[in-house]
């Protein structure tokens, strides 16, 4: 079957396809028909197909089966670090974050999305308790001890946090893992050490308090646990991810809605008829109707007739200009209140706004001068701070009140999840992204972050 250029953003979806008409989601035409297709190879009827093998019903020769060409896999990149680049989803070496779809996927934008936010509730859901048992015993008031046993208290926290740990934010600890076996600390490496050593600690305790000196136990024999800090600390985590996400998928969405600036399907005069094709099977050359207050579904010269045509979304323009035949026009501007044919020049990714909505990708991707010495002082500030973390624990060891071992453990854990480098690493790029995309959607183009900046 013939066909022109793919559009740089393909209107066909993993598993879906998006209507720009009406801005939902369908099923993929891959789903809705037969994998195998057949063909005449005389071509007695064009391009028609057959579901089944058999023979032309003009000609009478045997059907031929169709090469399908398979599909180049979606690239991923690292919205931090833009060099990283691999076919598929997955982690950023460097940094740890999940990669994006070079590509914006509104699909899979919204699945990593929806799988965030409901780790999150979860989260949330497991970790208020803890957190209104906690807040009494921070005043000095403790409440829940007079009603529960200590060491059902701790089984109870138990119940709620390994939840949270093992299914919530088990991906954190995965990345923290990647990123020592790299041996590229990042954010989820103090997170990974920090958490998981207050979680090990507080299970070990709970389970084997008499393993412990007894500087760590209270009159009762119990050590204190760390069950609702973890917690807490993951599900603060989770929300950080979910804004993340939440603005990855505005942003693809603002770049999305540049495509509805054109017309899902384009009318091609072909001997002499009219019929509608798929706006990705317009050829250079077709001649196309444009009919009344229809967008004009590629770039190409009127060939007969003449037409008031709003090119606002290009221009800023608001008042329509008149064309006559031999005048351009723009894939995406809005015909007036005549019909006209034209002769398409510039289909697929060579359309004016093709090369709009690719240049704000790239603009989204793009480094500003600054996180240039943001990501060389994110480089070692892990490094500093795990050093800083060991340092902490062995004076308070050293020369800390008693129970100087539990005051030492306490503090340098905090010291590794306080300095998390989330924000140094997040705030440029996120901003750019951000920001590129709601320009987008106002009609300001930025080509490159420096302009930004």
Not at 254 to 262: C, Q, W
Request: charged share 20%.
């Amino acid at each position: 079957m013939r066909r022109g250029k793919n559009l740089q953003f393909s209107r066909e979806l993993p598993g879906m396809q998006y209507e720009t008409g009406t801005g939902e989601f369908i099923r993929s035409k891959q789903e809705m028909e037969p994998l195998e297709k057949y063909y005449c190879p005389m071509r007695c009827e064009g391009d028609k197909t057959y579901d089944k093998p058999g023979d032309c019903p003009v000609c009478g020769m045997h059907l031929v089966k169709e090469e399908r060409k398979a599909s180049p896999k979606a690239m991923y990149t690292c919205p931090m670090h833009p060099e990283i680049r691999q076919p598929g989803p997955g982690n950023c070496p460097i940094c740890g974050m999940d990669l994006v779809p070079e590509k914006p996927e509104a699909s899979e934008e919204e699945k990593a999305y929806k799988r965030m936010s409901r780790k999150f509730r979860i989260a949330a859901l497991l970790s208020l308790p803890m957190l209104i048992m906690m807040i009494p015993g921070v005043l000095g008031v403790h409440w829940f001890e007079g009603i529960t046993p200590k060491k059902a208290m701790g089984w109870i926290q138990f119940a709620l946090t390994t939840p949270i740990v093992f299914y919530a934010s088990w991906d954190f600890f995965k990345r923290g893992w990647s990123s020592i076996r790299r041996w590229s600390p990042n954010m989820w490496t103090l997170i990974s050490i920090g958490v998981g050593a207050a979680y090990l600690f507080s299970v070990v305790a709970m389970l084997l308090p008499g393993a412990f000196p007894a500087e760590f136990r209270d009159e009762m024999g119990n050590v204190h646990l760390y069950f609702e800090a973890a917690a807490v600390i993951l599900t603060l985590v989770l929300l950080g991810q979910v804004l993340e996400l939440r603005a990855h998928s505005r942003t693809s969405s603002a770049i999305r809605s540049l495509l509805n600036l054109v017309p899902p399907v384009a009318r091609v005069i072909r001997n002499g008829r009219e019929e509608e094709i798929p706006l990705e099977e317009v050829q250079v050359g077709d001649r196309l109707r444009v009919r009344p207050g229809e967008k004009i579904p590629v770039d190409g010269v009127i060939s007969d007739g003449h037409a008031v045509i709003d090119e606002s979304m290009i221009t800023g323009e608001p008042i329509p200009v008149d064309k006559s035949k031999n005048d351009r026009v723009t894939g995406g501007t809005i015909n007036g209140k005549t019909s006209f044919e034209m002769r398409a020049e510039k289909v697929g990714s060579d359309t004016l706004l093709s090369q709009i909505i690719e240049m704000v990708n790239k603009a989204s991707r793009s480094r500003a001068p600054i996180q240039r010495l943001v990501d060389v002082v994110a480089k070692y500030f892990v490094q500093i701070v795990i050093g800083i973390a060991v340092m902490t624990f062995a004076v308070w060891a050293i020369w800390g009140p008693e129970p100087a071992y539990v005051y030492a453990f306490v503090n340098a854990v905090s010291v590794l999840i306080i300095a998390c480098p989330c924000a140094l690493g997040l705030a440029t790029p996120m901003s750019i992204m951000v920001g590129t995309g709601r320009g987008a959607q106002s009609g300001v183009l930025v080509k490159d972050a420096r302009a930004i900046e």
